[in-house]
């Protein structure tokens, strides 16, 4: 077998604030060959999430910080070129956690061999994956909208919040989704589903939101935080119950915002609502709940009753700046990079 | 029957801030004779709570706003000077929502007849009452607190508090309470059973929470808001429950404080440590939890397995100062005024 050489993005040096083009830099390794168990990919899709900002910053979040000088994480589908485990076989697509890099060698245990039947392999990054477990979970296990009910979603037509709103109305709920523009707000409605789609740089949004929720709202899924939620919660219902999956809004900042000091209002309204503020990340419902997504989903999304958006990027060596755009809202759907 | 004269304290305006000496006037009023299914009340003892402060302004609570005219409300103990209902005799020893009052006219289905042969009827506005529920339900049902969990409370010594961290301490959690001054701090420990209490009016306050929670902080019972919730939320560890049942720091404020913007900090804590922030009113739980409660905990009490203090101010016409003085946490235990 000939050396099969990957190109990788690392980490150069940590952001503050926005990443920039000091932050990355690319290099060039031979790869080894496979070890018995192992498996050689080339990364045929990278996945592009929010999450990875914090990652790439020292400061406390819920996964261990990326050292500086290692490739940089992220979600992969890719296609087996050589395999040295007896579970997969050279062709099989699979997923794994390859990172920013055009091939890896990875155990055989660290991949899932992907079903590409009913629906095409880049789903395992987007709605049939992270994102979309993301969305059924969140809302399923901490939202539990009930039938009639009126569930809001900010980030509307992001992977996760695109999910959130369909899955709403599977289960019988109202869904409203809030996204950053007219072309998107538009979406919501005439390809994802919802009921109603508002743009939040309109500037009657706050009126519109209004008039969007005559009941009020029993769940908000929190995935941006900022300007949106503060609009927001001011039509939580007694009892509504907030994931909050992201605060893609504060991503970036280096502190505090100036004030007023609005968290003893944002009390206040927890105390006389009774509200259910509820922080998550997936892997805690993997155990006890990922089979039946996989099932279930999967099935949604082969019927079209669950529809999905990719914004696909091409070349690894965009995706930085795709990246950057991504945290300040520029793409619609599941971000990937096309890598090969 | 002679008639009965009520002195009665009414709410003359609406306080903005600070309650003052124009919030309230005294009136006197006859009162007509009991109706049939009606009972005629001496008021032995009035409680005053936190949750009044809110029911004096007009701003949304979770309930309806006192009406300008009205007598105060609040929770009473008395005595049945005559009855006109089957269930009640002359000398009978009741709970009423009566007020700030000396005497009235109730029907018999609003007053509960007092069980006094384990516990004095004043009980039944503290530890056996709404406040000692408020702590029971809200640390059971929202805090779970597990055996070798930390639990910590705030304005420890107040009659939510004190039940909380007692409680808190009977399910096998370790209990740190905090209170306003060192006479409170100590009391916490030497009277109420607490592992740690300590006085966040110290300047080392920041400094003795990090020692007194060295495996951080898994239920946090929120009481006050303000600087003590700011210390202690950067200790909250990963799944860690926070009901909010009051935020009295907040209750007198105006308007929004000056910046820094504290809440996107809070929200990414929520986001990073997977915390629950729940809010509740102890009527949520009454129809499932009220009767165990009185069982379990009248026994606890009964026992001495969970003590608590009472703060008496002698004479209705006090209860106005007093209850300004609780809002600044003047007083320590369960205040209640002596009527008559």
Redesign the interface.
Same mark, same amino acid.
């Given at each position: 077998m000939s050396t099969t050489t990957s190109t990788q993005i690392r980490l150069r040096e940590r952001p503050v604030g926005e990443p920039t083009a000091d932050t990355f830099e690319t290099t060039t390794v031979d790869l080894p060959e496979p070890a018995d168990g192992e498996v050689l990919l080339q990364i045929d899709h990278l996945s592009l999430d929010p999450y990875m900002r914090?990652r790439l910053s020292e400061a406390?979040?819920?996964a261990e910080p990326l050292a500086v000088g290692d490739v940089v994480m992220g979600g992969t589908v890719g296609t087996v070129l050589a395999s040295r485990h007896p579970d997969l076989a050279e062709g099989d697509q699979v997923l794994s956690y390859s990172g920013w890099q055009t091939h890896a060698v990875e155990p055989g245990r660290a991949v899932r061999k992907l079903d590409t039947g009913a629906n095409p392999a880049s789903t395992a990054l987007g709605v049939l994956g992270m994102p979309g477990f993301t969305a059924y979970a969140g809302l399923l296990q901490i939202g539990r909208p009930q039938p009639g009910e009126t569930v809001v979603v900010a980030a509307a037509m992001g992977p996760v919040g695109s999910a959130v709103g369909q899955i709403a109305k599977l289960k019988g709920a109202r869904a409203v989704g809030i996204a950053g523009g007219p072309d998107k707000a538009r979406a919501l409605t005439e390809e994802m589903g919802f009921d109603v789609g508002l743009d939040h740089r309109a500037d009657d949004f706050r009126e519109q939101l209004a008039s969007a929720v005559p009941d009020g709202i029993d769940v908000y899924f929190?995935n941006v =935080?900022?300007p949106v939620?503060d609009a927001v919660r001011r039509h939580l219902n007694l009892y509504a119950r907030v994931p909050?999956?992201? /605060?893609v809004a504060?991503y970036n =900042?280096t502190?505090?915002?100036?004030?007023?000091?609005?968290?003893?209002?944002?009390?206040?309204?927890?105390?006389?609502?009774? /509200?259910?503020?509820?922080?998550?990340?997936q892997t805690?419902f993997v155990k006890d709940h990922y089979a039946d997504f996989l099932a279930e989903m999967g099935q949604w999304v082969a019927q079209g009753k669950v529809r999905y958006r990719e914004d696909v990027v091409e070349g690894l060596e965009n995706a930085p700046e795709a990246f950057a755009g991504m945290l300040r809202g520029a793409n619609t759907g599941k971000l990937l990079v096309k890598v090969s």
């Open positions: 914090g406390e979040s819920y929190e =935080a900022g939620l909050v999956c992201g /605060l504060n =900042a502190a505090a915002p100036e004030g007023p000091d609005t968290l003893p209002g944002f009390l206040g309204q927890i105390l006389t609502k009774s /509200l259910t503020v509820r922080g998550f990340i805690e």
